[in-house]
């Protein structure tokens, strides 16, 4: 009720979100951030997938999809996302603060999962830029080390700042007291600049092409027969990445039959 005595209408949430607090906020850089949310009780998901988040609009919820990046087994939702100046929902988005409401769908989905690969050995998480929100997931899924003896996560980025979220989710992984032990010698963690002087640089395209990361992996070349791979990045990165598998004999899986390889397009505004 206003003090005039009229009643103020509160928007309507569509019964497709359910109403989300920030518990937490992050800035890596002035084009990165990330942000945890609560998760209500009712919210499964398996670890890669993605889901609809967003704000309230103009009498409408303004949503994008976003790879869920924290794992399933987690009470938060963490998620991590560029800051687009003139984007709908990110120029927005980028100012929420702890306490905020986010609107959060109840359907997550996607083919980042671990159920649409085949049994392998190794498991290449290829990455660009908030690509590796996915990753940031499957990488603190116990069920990945169960799979495979070796996970690979490659993640590529313009600038050495802008791996620092990365940096850090491995460091922090590893030190893990719930999952720590399983990762044990299991994860290796790839990062390679392309704009700026760092040890490794080149995109993962030209690196695998090349052989520069098996060789400094000391790893055998990537084959159909024992490795699988996950890509998350642009659009173009993407079909780089598949047509590079693909001519290497990988076959596409998906929920419905599991394959040698799997794509996620990192969702932007
Ligand atoms: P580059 O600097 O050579 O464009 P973006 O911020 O544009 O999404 O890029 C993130 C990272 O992905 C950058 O390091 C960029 O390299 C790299 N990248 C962009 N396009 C491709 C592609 N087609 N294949 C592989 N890597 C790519």
């Known amino acids: 009720m206003t003090p005039d005595g009229n009643s103020v ?8 979100v359910t109403a989300e607090t920030v518990v937490d906020v ?22 890669g997938e993605f889901v609809m988040l967003g704000l309230m609009g103009e009498g409408k919820p303004l949503l994008r999809a976003y790879s869920i990046a924290s794992p399933s087994w987690d009470d938060g939702l963490d998620f991590f996302s560029i800051k687009v100046p003139d984007g709908p929902l990110t120029s927005r988005l980028q100012h929420i603060k702890e306490g905020d409401t986010i609107l959060l769908g109840k359907k997550p989905t996607g083919t980042l999962v671990l159920d649409a690969l085949k049994p392998g050995k190794r498991l290449y998480m290829l990455s ?23 996970i690979i996560l490659t993640h590529t980025c313009r600038h050495v700042v802008d791996l620092g979220y990365g940096r850090q989710l491995v460091d922090s992984v590893e030190q893990d007291p719930l999952v720590g032990e399983l990762v044990g010698g299991k994860l290796t963690y790839y990062a390679t600049t392309t704009r700026e002087d760092f040890p490794t640089k080149g995109r993962i395209t030209d690196l ?24 998350c990045g642009s659009m173009a990165m993407l079909q780089d990445t598949k047509s590079i598998v693909e001519d290497l004999g ?3 899986g998906s929920n419905a039959k599991p394959g040698d ?6 969702f932007v505004d």
Request: charged share 30%; no cysteine.
């Open 250 to 252: 990988f076959e596409e």
């Open 208 to 231: 695998i092409e090349n052989g520069r990361i098996f060789a400094d992996l000391g790893i055998a070349p990537l084959n159909p027969e024992e490795d699988r791979v996950m890509i």
């Open 26 to 47: 992050r800035h890596w850089t002035d084009e990165l951030f990330s942000f945890r949310l609560t998760r209500p009780a009712s919210f499964r998901f398996r670890s």
């Open 128 to 150: 660009t830029g908030t690509g590796i929100a996915p990753f940031a997931s499957l990488i603190r899924e116990p069920d990945a080390y169960e799979k495979f003896d070796q």
């Open 261 to 266: 390889f799997v794509v996620e397009k990192a």
């Open 9 to 16: 209408e509160a928007p309507v949430l569509p019964k497709t």
